[in-house]
């Protein structure tokens, strides 16, 4: 079956900060990637998504992340944090047929 | 658009009894529904597929005649916890696929935001 693997459960940061989250999954085939995050008392919203082409994906609000297939991650990003950042990220996949497997989530704290 | 509504959004029941959960898909058809349920700690995991007008597609440990899950028409799928326990308490999500697009398996799914079932 496949796994998802989000390293960091709980990361605190400095506004300002670099930011990146990783993620492994254990599928060797072909997948579509994706990271939602969830805002305190809000639902699962879709960041990006990498479905083919250019392995450097560019999301919402100055997220990006890498697909590096040969390393099976796939690696949320963002340069400068600030404190409406503050979620947490969920990693997920699929193999395809629409059924999505999701990392266990990494909650974010930004630090004014 | 591509909003998911669920409701209710909390319910605290006894237990025995049967809860029912509904998730609307409120600006798009979805042929496609998906449902999860979160432990506190937790990551998503998927209970079952449903689709429009045909049985619910139910994951491996998930039992079908406790989770009730009926998806009548492309913008309402149902979830109904039949006698429940404490065990079962919970936060569940729905989501949905757009209707149509040749790439079905490349869909983005939309999320609801959640109903928290307590039983007592």
Redesign the interface.
Known sequence: AQSVSQHNHHVILSEAASLELGCNYSYGGTVNLFWYVQYPGQHLQLLLKYFSGDPLVKGIKGFEAEFIKSKFSFNLRKPSVQWSDTAEYFCAVNEGYQKVTFGIGTKLQVIP | GAV?SQHPSWVICKSGTSVKIECRSLDFQAT?M?WYRQFP????M?MA?SNEGSKATYEQGVEKDKFLINHASLTLSTLTVTSAHPEDSSFY?C?A?RAGGAL???????????TRLTVL
Not at chain 2, 41 to 44: A, D, E, T
Not at chain 2, 104 to 114: A, L, R
């Open positions: 998911v496609t998906f700690k937790q990551s998503l998927l597929t999500i989501s696929n079905v398996s490349t869909d983005t799914q939309y999320f609801g935001p959640g």
